[in-house]
T-cell receptor, first 113, second 113 residues
């Protein structure tokens, strides 16, 4: 059962553009929503995370928007750079259930120079 | 501070064999989680250990097992390997239970022939 749905599966953006990746979840017990970035041959690296008590969190060029009523959250990458080309995963967890992360299917981002 | 280390990085096994993978968490981290990553199923949670006790288990058959030692290092074992067990096995560590920030290692690439 896929509890976190991520879209699109792949994305091509021009350098300087905005990359937007969306996720939707089903389990209302989720209370922590991180985004991970993964380069080929590497493990996922935590980019930015949000809790449902805020609607937006920004760190540098990365912004998470969170809509609790719609059970959706998204990652915006401003001024996208070729070095941002990677696979991005959204995830969700319930703190009462430990550190278990439920991941979305991933989005392969390519930023063209 | 050294990151999460996993050994070996690459492994080739034959169907029916068993395999043991090792994970050393970041110094001071007491929680270790394991994930399986495949192109078809994405990132799936296997299990989580804290203070040498399994705290959570994902939806995997009993052939998948793990343990954690007093120094927080963890091992996972897969017995009677099947072709479908070919995957990247990722270990993630965090300070404690429900600490949210998880740091992933580079993974062990297991190929079953």
């Amino acid at each position: 059962q896929q509890q976190v749905k991520q879209s699109p599966q792949s994305l091509i953006v021009q350098k300087g553009g905005i990359s937007i990746i969306n996720c939707a979840y089903e389990n209302t017990a989720f209370d922590y929503f991180p985004w991970y970035q993964q380069f080929p041959g590497k493990g996922p690296a935590l980019l930015i995370a949000i809790r449902p008590d805020v609607s937006e969190k920004k760190e540098g060029r990365f912004t998470i928007s969170f809509n609790k009523s719609a059970k959706q959250f998204s990652l915006h990458i401003m001024d996208s750079q070729p070095g941002d080309s990677a696979t991005y995963f959204c995830a969700a967890s319930n703190n009462n259930a430990g550190n278990m992360l439920t991941f979305g299917g991933g989005t392969r981002l390519m930023v063209k120079p | 501070k050294a990151g999460v280390t996993q050994t070996p990085r690459y492994l080739i096994k034959t169907r029916g064999q068993q395999v043991t993978l090792s994970c050393s968490p970041i110094s001071g981290h007491r929680s270790v989680s394991w994930y399986q990553q495949t192109p078809g199923q994405g990132l799936q949670f296997l299990f989580e250990y804290f203070s040498e006790t399994q705290r959570n288990k994902g939806n995997f058959p009993g052939r998948f097992s793990g343990r954690q030692f007093s120094n927080s290092r963890s091992e996972m074992n897969v017995s009677t390997l099947e072709l479908g067990d070919s995957a990247l096995y990722l270990c993630a560590s965090s300070l404690g239970l429900a600490e949210t920030k998880q740091y992933f290692g580079p993974g062990t690439r297991l190929t079953v022939t």
